[in-house]
């Protein structure tokens, strides 16, 4: 006896249809995949009429190209056999020697047994990620925190909770008490997720008071830290702070990356893991994608040997810094008052607070109408907060540019508290105590 | 009230501790992400003085090296600004439309839109199963199945059912039977994975005939058909097959790579998809990695611009049919009576059954003693099947390793055949009707 199995699934056949005929196929996981709902906006903003301080894109043409051209020719030529092959999961050993280097730089004494190389340290979060959460397992993260970095946790059902930070960083006492409640309620985080350098959006750095005491938390409490450190290197003032990981080996897994300290074309990141875990991530990377590209490790490697780095992040740097005083030069002298902003001491990244009644997610077409772009901040929180902050980078527009980008935002911006003031109309964030979650923000 | 939060947790502070600390907090998933018990092995067959028949790598120093050299070198100094750059997660436009000028060859009619660029066909298939699969769902899959999709299916916990196969590719009664069953016990399965040309292991092809009558099951069905395809265009004899997605576009996702047909070291695959189905591939992608390598985009796209691709498949042809048929001809004058093996095409792999009572995975480690080595069979199978099998592989050494290696490989056989003559004693696989899964294969 058989049955008609269109029945049984409930689906029509799906040839011709113009409706998702997969809808009710997804996994559950899949909801979580939504695309951004600036996305379509930030299509306009990259013509080149509109100054764009939305994208964190690195300054690539600062770049020897001539002299990478070189790089990339004598890979293929002289190391061609190895190079156009398959390579292991883990990725190149004489790349994940140069990378313990780098992290030296930092304070991490690490052996290149424990690196693994990833897609981007994009790639290392999703490891991480399939790695240790089930649907419903506790992430813990900045507020604000990493917009790609929210997705991929949603994307494996995490339950993110935020913590709150100020200008130094994340607030030990929310952490502590997070944990606490937590461990209350019979449940446990499966990492703490943080970026403490120049961190993406806010610009702010962990100071090291602060990271003495949040190693010391998550350690009483058993808790991983996934420590992500792209902009560590790009400091423009003051002293560089050694890594979470340097003074915690056993309980921080460390995610690096070549994208802003020489390119992102090559998608190479890494992460550096207690022993146990990167055996774990090696095999997630082996499912996820066999091996990374031998080419592209083997150039930057080459380059790293051949090439002096330090001193072209010294260059970066130089040039990162003008385009930062640019930034808060401008902030300085036309921002109206009511509104306030970080002062990175690196990275490339100013959170901005509108003044109140502000909402710089529904004023971003306007800006967008006057040439000028932004992230809101609402993206940067898995919860429903952010309304009045904004993410403007410095890292990719000339000095000249980012004053002008400053001057027509200030414009909108004024425009903005005028309408507010005359009809007091402009779109107000839920009230507290509504549906959205508490607010972690001080 | 506070408790002390490692009595919550139960675990012992991880500082100094040689036991994996994390064991209690990886997700259910990671379970499924073992390493291969024969890979130690690997190790060991990788020495020069060992003829490996194991590997799937191709012949990469075929390639023109000084040639790919210049096209390297002229992307970075001429489009460096690009290729140095961030991209989209769903790869670069215009290598998406000469991706679509390479399925043409096997009758697939594709706009460049529903294309997506991935880290090689691997991650397509990575990409697929997250979007797809949540934990118990069913997965269909030919029996035996390439080893790495197993991997990746049991890492989102799939539940894997095989369909078998004979010379001719899967048999489409045994697909419908599986169907039919599945509906009756309410269930479904999501997807129906199949690599129809010179299938990784067995090397065998879907007829024609079959083709039409799977994907009429699977219409009727409203299955969905995951078709992975890296090695349809090396055929070294009869006629090219139209791809599945030819002829049923609204029904496939179709994996291709240019792994095999230039290289696998630049990492490019991709994926064709019904478009609702490809904008859920992007956003998961992005979640994976941000974006792939523009560079490698860049550089793949250049090569099949200006080098005369096609010409270099049919040069890759002619040596990969010679290294074929050196091992058909060895086999056919070496092999003992009572093992029988499959006669491919086209593509990089036989698939051997041995005389009864042997077993190839318990005979491996005397192979390797013996300096031959091969992929045991039961690998292949996500039950416990394929004892008496063996991959062999010839696509990476010569004609006269390949005779060398099935030489060496024979006298391994006639040594466990005679053993087990005298003694009866090679390890026998699991009787049927034990705790392993009832077997698929004819």
């Not at 690096?256 to 774990?280: M, N, Q």
């Not at 330090?310 to 930062?324: D, G, S, T, V």
């Amino acid at each position: 006896m058989t049955t008609d199995p269109r029945e049984t699934t409930g689906r029509p056949a799906p040839q011709g249809s113009r409706i998702d005929p997969y809808v009710d196929s997804y996994a559950a996981r899949a909801q979580g995949m939504v695309a951004s709902e600036v996305r379509a906006l930030f299509a306009v903003a990259s013509r080149p009429e509109v100054v764009s301080l939305a994208g964190g894109m690195p300054n690539v043409s600062a770049l020897p190209l001539e002299e990478m051209g070189d790089i990339v020719r004598r890979v293929t030529t002289e190391q061609g056999a190895t190079a156009l092959q398959y390579g292991s999961a883990q990725g190149d050993p004489a790349l994940r020697e140069r990378i313990c280097e780098v992290m030296a730089l930092e304070g991490i004494d690490a052996s290149a047994e424990d690196v693994i190389v990833t897609v981007g340290s994009q790639q290392a979060l999703d490891l991480v990620t399939r790695v240790f959460i089930d649907p419903g397992d506790v992430v813990l993260a900045e507020a604000p925190t990493y917009v790609t970095a929210i997705n991929t946790f949603a994307a494996f059902q995490a339950d993110i909770q935020h913590v709150a930070m100020d200008e130094e960083g994340v607030l030990p006492e929310a952490l502590e008490e997070r944990l606490t409640a937590l461990a209350a309620a019979g449940r446990r985080a499966k990492f703490f997720y943080t970026v403490p350098n120049f961190q993406n959006p806010a610009g702010v750095t962990l100071t090291a008071g602060r990271r003495r005491r949040v190693l010391e938390i998550c350690r009483r409490h058993g808790l991983l830290v996934l420590e992500d450190n792209p902009y560590g290197l790009l400091r423009y003032e003051g002293e560089a702070e050694r890594a979470l990981r340097a003074d915690a080996p056993d309980n921080v897994i460390y995610l690096g990356s070549f994208s802003k300290t020489l390119s992102p074309g090559f998608r190479i990141g890494w992460a550096l893991a207690p022993s146990a875990v990167r055996a774990k991530l090696v095999l997630a990377a082996e499912s996820a994608m066999l091996s990374h590209s031998t080419f592209n490790q083997l150039v930057v490697g080459r380059y790293l040997a051949e090439h002096p780095w330090r001193e072209q992040i010294k260059e970066f740097n130089e040039m990162y810094r003008e385009r930062r005083d640019a930034m808060l030069a401008s902030l300085e002298a036309m921002m109206p008052p009511g509104t306030s902003w970080t002062r990175p001491e690196g990275g490339f990244f100013v959170w901005v607070t509108l003044p109140e009644g502000l909402d710089a997610k529904a004023m971003l077409p306007r800006a967008v109408g006057e040439r000028v772009a932004y992230v809101p901040g609402t993206g940067f929180f898995a919860s429903d907060e952010g309304h009045r902050n904004m993410r403007l980078s410095f890292c990719y527009p000339t000095p000249a540019q980012i004053r002008e980008g400053v001057r027509r935002l200030v414009g909108v911006i004024e425009n903005e508290a005028a309408l507010r003031d005359t009809f007091g109309t402009t779109p107000a964030p839920p009230a507290p105590g509504g549906d959205a979650p508490t607010p972690d923000l001080p």
